[in-house]
């Protein structure tokens, strides 16, 4: 997750649009000058970017609930 949301080294280093991932792609977009003001296009985005976290904590919701509920817990 934290290397997914890295958007600062990324963006210095990467200049090619087609290697960035979507955070860095949507932070040049909006920080860019490229959104011009565009909310709906950055909300859309921002969308698009939380939609595989919230499918993957639906899948695996169990398992998280389980490994906190016992973690505190020895033996």
Do not use: C
Request: no cysteine; charged share 10%; net charge neutral.
């Amino acid at each position: 997750m934290n290397t997914w949301n890295d958007v600062l080294w990324p963006i210095i280093v990467i200049r090619r649009t087609e290697m960035m991932t979507m955070p860095q792609t949507v932070a040049l977009f909006a920080v860019g000058g490229q959104a011009d003001a565009q909310m709906g296009s950055i909300l859309a985005a921002a969308t698009l970017l939380a939609i595989p976290v919230v499918i993957t904590y639906t899948i695996f919701q169990r398992h998280f609930i389980e490994s906190m509920a016992t973690s505190g817990l020895k033996g």
